[in-house]
Each structure stands twice: as structure tokens, then as C-alpha cells.
């Protein structure tokens, strides 16, 4: 919070407070998941208070939210990724470090529970969209100069929970999960164009709870290499992934099955100086699935706490396409046609990477095979307008999905998503 505002507001200058609200309407028809037909709707409803304290060695901050979702159907697939009422999303203690190796070195450790976004979010991440948000405790440290920067932590995630059913809305006190998350994240940048390299290495053992041969150990390499969009240049972001280690066994009887999975994403494009500043990008993206659901291999990408909003479209009710079994070419115009007026149209054209897995965001598996991997097309839209200096965004979208020959085969048809959201800052 500026000092000006604090000495409006009466706070002492050590002390500062913010609130952000989200409200958000969607509509869903023409229901794509295994099981259920019709239409599904629901409004969801996030508030959250931050306090602040920042004194001249350390800083104290705690955030308190309150994340719940209305006016869903009795059937509606709800789960942690939609409620989570009442509690203690962060509590954690910051130490500003300095100076560790040079004159420019700056940097930080935090110890307690907290939120964070690594890299490209797309493997850890604060949730933005989606309206509960993912959070850890444990420690995190990072160091950066004027050209790299260092990210190390190790958690235990949290465990959101509800007391009765999810569509109760009903709060139950968090929990760490047994679970522990680990990484680090190095990034550089190479030239004077801003080309940067990142580089990372995740661990996730996962089900510690369950019996030894139902455990998810595994490990996550990454490297990505990219270069920011600035108008009149061209732009690009590709990222490749390995993961492996074990997975769990297909029953009780049998051994851990071997972990090996892949991730690959590009874009590339351009940025035009023109009225309404038009950025145009090819995209395309890949999650390897299971070529044979019932051998001793697992090939299922598991993208941990990375979010996929920005790749793939809306999350809420939608939540159609994820980075798991997928093979995904697209186009995407990004347009600016005020100083506060965003938007974009996307088109995607996704696949199933092995058909034998099925489309597993929406709970098909097919271990015999269905013959056919196309899942449709999918164009979607978003427009946000940002009023009163950024303190209240007003953010709307529709998403239709075209069906392919597989969702023929699955007797369902086209789908079109509708949302319109407030976020308001203060």
C-alpha cells in the first residue's frame, strides 16, 4: 500500500491492508463430461483480506480467504477446486537477505504458509482464475541480481477441506497433507533482446498416507527458453518437460508402476506497432498420456500446482483441456484497444495424445481404444476492462468447442461456455 494511502487510511506506516473480491457467473451448455448431460451453471464467490506488517529485519504477513461456490446443480462435479470457505490461506515470515555473494545480490527467505508462482506457471503456481487457490508451508528462499535469479523450496501443500459436501459450503480448518513438494528454479537472461533460459528441477512425493505401492514418487526436469512480447519485435516461449520416478500400482497386489512422462510447449509470434497493439501467436502444446493403460508403465503427465488457464482457457465449470494427453496446435490474437482495455481470441484444435487413455479431464478412459483422437475445436474469447487505476476489473469470455469425431463417438455435441466476473482491489 502507498504511504499516502496508509496515512489516509490511519494505519501506522509498519502496518498495511488489502482486500480483493472476485464474483463470477458462468454458464456451461452442452455438458461434455462422462456421465452427465444437459447444462451446469454457478456463481463463485472469493473474497480475501491480506495484512502486511513490515518491520526494518523482517516482515509478517497473513491472508485470510473465504472461497465458496452458489447456485450449482445437485449433479455438478464439485471438489476443492471450487470451495474452499473460511481460512488461513498464508501466515508466513519474511527475512530480506542481501549482498550473499555481491554488491547486487537481493533476496528473501520465508518460512510459514504462503502462495507462490515459479517459471511459466504452468507447473507451480497462485491460482487467478480458478476460485480456490493453492497454497504450501514450509520454506522458500530466493536470490536475484541484475541478470539471474534463484528459487528454492520445500513444502508440504495444503489440504483444503470442507465439512460435509462441497456444494454445502460448509468451512473445516485446512491441513498440510502428508505430501511433500520440492524445487528450484534458476533463470538467466542472454542477451540484450531479453532472451532468457530457465531451468528447473521439481519432486513431488505424493499418497505417503496409502500403502508403499500406491505412492507417487516422482521427479520434474524442466528447461524453457524465451523472450518476452514488445511491440515491432518478435516473441517466443518454448519449454520442454521429463518427469519420472513411480507411480502408483493398478491393485493392491501389484509393484509400483514406472513413471515416464513428457510436456513440450511452443509459441512463437509477433508483436505489431499498430492501433490496438495486435500480437499474433502460433501455439502448440503436448502432455504425453498412457500408450497402454493396464501395462507396468505410466506415461500420464501429472502438471502438479501449475495452472492452466492461460493455455488452455476457463477453469470453473469448463476446465475441458488440461496438459495431460494432449496434442494441441492453435493461433491467438491479443489485442489492446485502450490503455485499459484487453482481449484475445484463441483457437486450439486438440487431440488425444494415445487414444487408448481417453480424454481424462472429463473421466473417459478407453483401454481398448475408440479408433478416433480428435477432439473438436475450441475458439474462445475474453475481454477485461481495468477501472478506477486497476482497483475494479470487469472480465468477460464465451468458449465454444466444435465437436470432433471422438466426442461423435462419446454421443456428445458442441459445447458453449459462458462467464462474466468482478474483481474488485482495494
Given at each position: ?7 489516509e ?35 463463485e ?13 523482517f ?7 473465504d ?7 445437485s449433479?455438478?462435479?464439485l471438489?476443492?477446486f ?8 498464508q ?19 520465508k518460512?510459514g ?5 515459479q ?5 507451480v503456481?497462485?491460482?487467478r ?7 504450501f508451508a514450509?520454506?522458500q528462499?530466493?536470490?536475484e541480481?541484475d541478470s ?16 460435509g ?7 473445516k ?15 538467466t ?14 519432486g ?9 505401492n ?6 520434474t ?8 512480447p514488445?511491440?515491432g519485435?518478435?516473441?517466443y ?11 502408483p ?7 509400483l508402476?514406472d513413471?515416464k ?8 509470434g509477433?508483436s ?18 498412457d ?12 502438471h ?13 465449470s469448463?476446465?475441458?483441456?488440461q ?10 490474437l491479443?489485442l ?5 482495455i ?33 477432439l ?16 475494479l ?31 474488485l482491489r482495494?
Open positions: 500500500m502507498p504511504a499516502q494511502a496508509q496515512t487510511s490511519g494505519l501506522p506506516e509498519w502496518l498495511s491492508l488489502g482486500f480483493e473480491q472476485q464474483s463470477r457467473m458462468q454458464h456451461l451448455e452442452g455438458q461434455f463430461r462422462a456421465g452427465l448431460d444437459g447444462s451446469d451453471q454457478g456463481f464467490w472469493r473474497n480475501s483480506l491480506t495484512a502486511e506488517a513490515a518491520f526494518e529485519k516482515s509478517i504477513t497473513a491472508e485470510v480467504a472461497m465458496r461456490t452458489y447456485l450449482t446443480d449433479g455438478s462435479p471438489d476443492s471450487f470451495a474452499n470457505p473460511l481460512d488461513i490461506l501466515a508466513n515470515v519474511t527475512v530480506p537477505i542481501a549482498n550473499v555473494f555481491s554488491e547486487s545480490d537481493r533476496g528473501f527467505i518460512v504458509r504462503f502462495t507462490m508462482d517459471g511459466s506457471r504452468r507447473f503456481a497462485r491460482n482464475f480458478r476460485n480456490t487457490i493453492n497454497s514450509g520454506v528462499a530466493r536470490l541480481n539471474s535469479s534463484l528459487d528454492l523450496f520445500y513444502t508440504r501443500p495444503t489440504a483444503r477441506r470442507v465439512s459436501d462441497w456444494i454445502d459450503n460448509d468451512p480448518l485446512d491441513k498440510q497433507s502428508s505430501d511433500f513438494f520440492w524445487g528450484a528454479y534458476f533463470t537472461r542472454l542477451t540484450a533482446q531479453a532472451d532468457s533460459l530457465q531451468l528447473y528441477l521439481l513431488a512425493d505424493e499418497k505417503r498416507d496409502r500403502p508403499a500406491q505412492r507417487f514418487d516422482v521427479l526436469t524442466g528447461a524453457r527458453l524465451f523472450r518476452n514488445t511491440a519485435s518478435w516473441h516461449d518454448t519449454e520442454a518437460v521429463y518427469q519420472f520416478g513411480d507411480a500400482a493398478l491393485d493392491a497386489n501389484s509393484a508402476l513413471h512422462a513428457r510436456y513440450f510447449h511452443l509459441s512463437i509477433y505489431f506497432e499498430a492501433s490496438w497493439q495486435p500480437r499474433l501467436s502460433f501455439i502448440y502444446h503436448y502432455g504425453s498420456g500408450k497402454d493403460p493396464l501395462d507396468n508403465e505410466s506415461n500420464e503427465l501429472d502438479l500446482f501449475g495452472v492452466p488457464r492461460p493455455d488452455f482457457g476457463p477453469t470453473g469448463f476446465r475441458a483441456f496438459r495431460v494427453n494432449t496434442s494441441s496446435p492453435g493461433l491467438m491479443n489492446q484497444p485502450a490503455n485499459n484487453d482481449a484475445y481470441i484463441r483457437w486450439q484444435r486438440p487431440s488425444l495424445a494415445e487414444e487408448a487413455q481417453g480424454w481424462r479431464t472429463t473421466r473417459y478412459r478407453h483401454p481398448g481404444n475408440l479408433g478416433e483422437d480428435f473438436g475445436d475450441q475458439l474462445e474469447t475474453r475481454v477485461r476492462w481495468h477501472l478506477f487505476s486497476n482497483k476489473s470487469i472480465d468477460g469470455g464465451y468458449v465454444w468447442i466444435n465437436a470432433g469425431p471422438y466426442m461423435d463417438l462419446v454421443n456428445k455435441g458442441d459445447s458453449h461456455y459462458y462467464y462474466l466476473q468482478t474483481i482495494l
